[in-house]
Protein backbone atom coordinates (compact mmCIF):
# COMPACT_ATOMS: atom_id res chain seq x y z
CA UNK A 1 0.00 0.00 0.00
CA UNK A 2 1.40 2.80 -0.82
CA UNK A 3 -1.05 5.70 0.58
CA UNK A 4 -3.68 5.67 2.52
CA UNK A 5 -6.00 6.88 0.42
CA UNK A 6 -9.44 5.81 1.37
CA UNK A 7 -13.44 5.38 -0.52
CA UNK A 8 -14.57 8.29 0.52
CA UNK A 9 -11.64 10.56 -1.09
CA UNK A 10 -11.75 8.59 -4.14
CA UNK A 11 -15.30 9.16 -4.32
CA UNK A 12 -15.37 12.90 -3.24
CA UNK A 13 -12.86 12.84 -6.21
CA UNK A 14 -14.46 11.71 -8.98
CA UNK A 15 -17.49 13.82 -7.84
CA UNK A 16 -15.39 17.00 -8.32
CA UNK A 17 -14.60 15.79 -11.45
CA UNK A 18 -17.99 15.26 -12.30
CA UNK A 19 -19.46 18.40 -11.09
CA UNK A 20 -16.32 20.13 -13.43
CA UNK A 21 -17.29 18.14 -16.14
CA UNK A 22 -20.98 19.08 -16.29
CA UNK A 23 -20.41 22.80 -15.86
CA UNK A 24 -18.02 22.37 -18.99
CA UNK A 25 -15.11 23.28 -17.44
CA UNK A 26 -13.16 20.14 -19.03
CA UNK A 27 -13.31 20.39 -22.82
CA UNK A 28 -12.23 16.44 -23.55
CA UNK A 29 -13.76 13.46 -22.06
CA UNK A 30 -13.55 12.20 -18.83
CA UNK A 31 -14.12 7.98 -17.79
CA UNK A 32 -15.06 8.11 -14.03
CA UNK A 33 -15.30 5.08 -11.90
CA UNK A 34 -17.52 4.51 -8.62
CA UNK A 35 -18.91 1.55 -6.84
CA UNK A 36 -15.06 -0.35 -6.77
CA UNK A 37 -13.72 1.40 -4.55
CA UNK A 38 -12.61 -0.87 -2.09
CA UNK A 39 -11.79 -3.43 -4.61
CA UNK A 40 -9.36 -1.05 -6.14
CA UNK A 41 -7.90 -0.38 -2.54
CA UNK A 42 -7.82 -3.93 -2.46
CA UNK A 43 -5.72 -4.31 -5.55
CA UNK A 44 -3.48 -1.84 -4.39
CA UNK A 45 -2.60 -3.08 -1.07
CA UNK A 46 0.10 -5.15 -2.62
CA UNK A 47 1.62 -2.47 -5.54
CA UNK A 48 4.57 -1.03 -4.23
CA UNK A 49 6.02 2.22 -5.29
CA UNK A 50 9.25 0.51 -7.29
CA UNK A 51 6.06 -1.41 -9.61
CA UNK A 52 4.71 -0.06 -12.60
CA UNK A 53 0.70 0.92 -12.78
CA UNK A 54 -0.44 0.95 -16.72
CA UNK A 55 -4.44 1.48 -17.18
CA UNK A 56 -6.98 2.78 -20.04
CA UNK A 57 -8.90 5.40 -20.50
CA UNK A 58 -10.22 5.36 -17.05
CA UNK A 59 -7.55 5.94 -14.13
CA UNK A 60 -8.28 8.67 -11.63
CA UNK A 61 -8.12 5.92 -9.25
CA UNK A 62 -4.82 4.23 -9.98
CA UNK A 63 -3.62 7.60 -10.21
CA UNK A 64 -4.52 8.15 -6.74
CA UNK A 65 -3.82 5.00 -5.38
CA UNK A 66 0.10 5.16 -6.53
CA UNK A 67 0.85 8.41 -5.17
CA UNK A 68 0.28 11.12 -7.50
CA UNK A 69 -1.03 14.72 -5.49
CA UNK A 70 -4.42 15.16 -5.93
CA UNK A 71 -3.91 18.76 -7.26
CA UNK A 72 -1.93 17.25 -9.92
CA UNK A 73 -4.07 14.73 -11.55
CA UNK A 74 -6.63 17.34 -11.44
CA UNK A 75 -4.39 19.85 -13.14
CA UNK A 76 -3.63 17.13 -15.95
CA UNK A 77 -7.86 16.30 -16.16
CA UNK A 78 -8.19 19.87 -16.41
CA UNK A 79 -6.17 19.87 -19.07
CA UNK A 80 -8.14 17.55 -21.14
CA UNK A 81 -5.74 14.99 -20.89
CA UNK A 82 -7.92 12.13 -18.31
CA UNK A 83 -8.30 10.06 -21.08
CA UNK A 84 -4.60 9.10 -21.21
CA UNK A 85 -3.14 9.86 -18.08
CA UNK A 86 0.82 9.45 -17.54
CA UNK A 87 2.77 9.96 -14.95
CA UNK A 88 6.42 8.68 -15.29
CA UNK A 89 7.73 9.66 -12.29
CA UNK A 90 5.39 7.54 -10.50
CA UNK A 91 5.15 4.65 -12.98
CA UNK A 92 1.95 5.26 -14.14
CA UNK A 93 1.09 4.72 -17.90
CA UNK A 94 -2.03 4.74 -19.76
CA UNK A 95 -3.30 4.40 -23.36
CA UNK A 96 -7.29 5.20 -24.89
CA UNK A 97 -6.82 2.10 -27.55
CA UNK A 98 -8.32 -0.97 -26.56
CA UNK A 99 -6.02 -3.21 -25.91
CA UNK A 100 -2.97 -0.52 -26.78
CA UNK A 101 -1.47 -0.80 -22.87
CA UNK A 102 -1.16 -4.76 -23.14
CA UNK A 103 1.99 -5.46 -25.03
CA UNK A 104 3.27 -2.80 -23.62
CA UNK A 105 2.71 -4.31 -20.10
CA UNK A 106 4.09 -7.48 -21.27
CA UNK A 107 7.29 -5.56 -22.78
CA UNK A 108 7.75 -3.67 -19.48
CA UNK A 109 7.42 -6.98 -17.71
CA UNK A 110 9.65 -9.29 -20.10
CA UNK A 111 12.87 -6.35 -19.60
CA UNK A 112 12.04 -5.85 -16.24
CA UNK A 113 12.78 -9.92 -15.74
CA UNK A 114 15.77 -9.91 -18.51
CA UNK A 115 17.22 -6.82 -16.66
CA UNK A 116 16.67 -8.67 -13.10
CA UNK A 117 15.20 -5.61 -11.61
CA UNK A 118 12.87 -5.34 -9.19
CA UNK A 119 9.24 -4.30 -9.17
CA UNK A 120 6.95 -6.06 -11.48
CA UNK A 121 3.95 -4.55 -13.56
CA UNK A 122 0.38 -4.06 -12.84
CA UNK A 123 -1.92 -4.05 -15.92
CA UNK A 124 -5.64 -2.75 -15.53
CA UNK A 125 -7.53 -3.76 -18.31
CA UNK A 126 -11.98 -3.91 -18.58
CA UNK A 127 -13.75 -6.99 -19.30
CA UNK A 128 -14.15 -6.58 -22.69
CA UNK A 129 -10.35 -5.83 -23.55
CA UNK A 130 -9.88 -9.36 -21.75
CA UNK A 131 -12.16 -10.94 -23.83
CA UNK A 132 -9.97 -9.58 -27.00
CA UNK A 133 -7.38 -11.54 -28.67
CA UNK A 134 -4.32 -9.49 -27.84
CA UNK A 135 -5.16 -9.95 -24.11
CA UNK A 136 -5.76 -13.95 -24.69
CA UNK A 137 -2.13 -13.93 -26.69
CA UNK A 138 -0.51 -11.31 -23.92
CA UNK A 139 -1.92 -13.67 -20.93
CA UNK A 140 -0.67 -16.51 -22.02
CA UNK A 141 2.84 -15.34 -22.77
CA UNK A 142 3.35 -13.69 -19.10
CA UNK A 143 2.10 -16.80 -17.75
CA UNK A 144 4.55 -19.57 -20.00
CA UNK A 145 6.94 -17.21 -19.41
CA UNK A 146 6.49 -16.55 -15.72
CA UNK A 147 7.09 -12.52 -16.43
CA UNK A 148 6.95 -10.36 -13.82
CA UNK A 149 3.09 -9.67 -14.35
CA UNK A 150 -0.47 -8.97 -12.67
CA UNK A 151 -3.54 -8.16 -14.56
CA UNK A 152 -6.41 -6.68 -12.97
CA UNK A 153 -9.65 -7.46 -15.29
CA UNK A 154 -12.27 -4.75 -14.03
CA UNK A 155 -15.63 -6.08 -14.88
CA UNK A 156 -18.67 -3.92 -15.01
CA UNK A 157 -20.00 -6.35 -17.87
CA UNK A 158 -20.08 -3.56 -20.17
CA UNK A 159 -18.33 -2.24 -22.91
CA UNK A 160 -19.78 1.45 -23.81
CA UNK A 161 -23.13 0.39 -23.86
CA UNK A 162 -22.71 -3.59 -24.95
CA UNK A 163 -22.97 -6.27 -22.78
CA UNK A 164 -19.66 -8.50 -22.75
CA UNK A 165 -21.34 -11.58 -22.14
CA UNK A 166 -23.84 -11.51 -24.26
CA UNK A 167 -21.61 -9.99 -27.28
CA UNK A 168 -19.32 -13.32 -26.78
CA UNK A 169 -22.33 -15.67 -26.10
CA UNK A 170 -20.32 -17.10 -22.76
CA UNK A 171 -22.35 -16.66 -19.26
CA UNK A 172 -18.91 -16.19 -17.46
CA UNK A 173 -15.87 -14.13 -18.61
CA UNK A 174 -12.77 -16.33 -19.73
CA UNK A 175 -10.44 -15.28 -16.74
CA UNK A 176 -13.57 -14.87 -14.18
CA UNK A 177 -12.73 -17.87 -12.29
CA UNK A 178 -9.44 -18.45 -13.75
CA UNK A 179 -7.39 -19.23 -10.44
CA UNK A 180 -4.12 -17.99 -10.93
CA UNK A 181 -1.49 -15.36 -8.81
CA UNK A 182 -1.38 -13.77 -12.17
CA UNK A 183 -4.98 -12.78 -12.62
CA UNK A 184 -7.10 -10.44 -10.43
CA UNK A 185 -11.03 -10.38 -11.24
CA UNK A 186 -13.32 -8.07 -9.83
CA UNK A 187 -17.16 -6.95 -10.80
CA UNK A 188 -18.34 -3.95 -10.27
CA UNK A 189 -21.40 -1.30 -10.88
CA UNK A 190 -20.82 2.41 -11.57
CA UNK A 191 -23.15 4.68 -11.26
CA UNK A 192 -21.39 6.80 -14.28
CA UNK A 193 -22.07 6.34 -17.66
CA UNK A 194 -19.18 5.15 -19.93
CA UNK A 195 -17.59 8.75 -20.34
CA UNK A 196 -18.57 11.76 -18.97
CA UNK A 197 -20.80 12.55 -15.70
CA UNK A 198 -24.53 12.13 -16.91
CA UNK A 199 -25.54 15.71 -18.37
CA UNK A 200 -25.08 16.48 -21.72
CA UNK A 201 -22.53 19.35 -22.11
CA UNK A 202 -22.50 21.68 -24.59
CA UNK A 203 -19.18 24.27 -25.07
C1 LIG B 1 -9.09 0.05 -30.68
C2 LIG B 1 -10.28 0.73 -30.05
N1 LIG B 1 -11.52 0.39 -30.45
C3 LIG B 1 -12.60 0.99 -29.90
C4 LIG B 1 -12.44 1.96 -28.91
C5 LIG B 1 -13.65 2.60 -28.29
N2 LIG B 1 -13.82 2.11 -26.91
C6 LIG B 1 -13.36 2.80 -25.86
S1 LIG B 1 -13.65 2.03 -24.41
C7 LIG B 1 -14.42 0.75 -25.16
C8 LIG B 1 -15.05 -0.36 -24.35
C9 LIG B 1 -14.11 -1.22 -23.65
O1 LIG B 1 -14.80 -2.02 -22.71
P1 LIG B 1 -14.07 -2.59 -21.46
O2 LIG B 1 -12.77 -3.16 -21.87
O3 LIG B 1 -15.00 -3.50 -20.75
O4 LIG B 1 -13.74 -1.29 -20.61
P2 LIG B 1 -14.66 -0.40 -19.60
O5 LIG B 1 -14.75 0.96 -20.24
O6 LIG B 1 -15.97 -1.05 -19.41
O7 LIG B 1 -13.85 -0.35 -18.35
C10 LIG B 1 -14.44 0.94 -26.54
C11 LIG B 1 -15.03 -0.02 -27.50
C12 LIG B 1 -11.12 2.29 -28.54
N3 LIG B 1 -10.85 3.18 -27.59
N4 LIG B 1 -10.05 1.66 -29.10
MG1 LIG C 1 -16.31 -3.03 -19.20
Not at 111 to 129: E, N, P, R, Y
Request: aromatic share 10%.
Amino acid sequence: MITNIGAAELIAFEEKVADLFNGAKIKAPVHLYSGNEDQMIEAFSSIKEEDWVLCSWRSHFQCLLKGVPQEKVLSEILEGRSISLCFPEYKIFSSAIVGGILPISVGLALSIKLQKLTGMVHCFIGDMTSETGIAHESIKYSINHDLPIRFIIEDNDLSVCSETRKVWGQDQLTYENFSHPKIFHYKYKSKYPHAGAGVRVQF
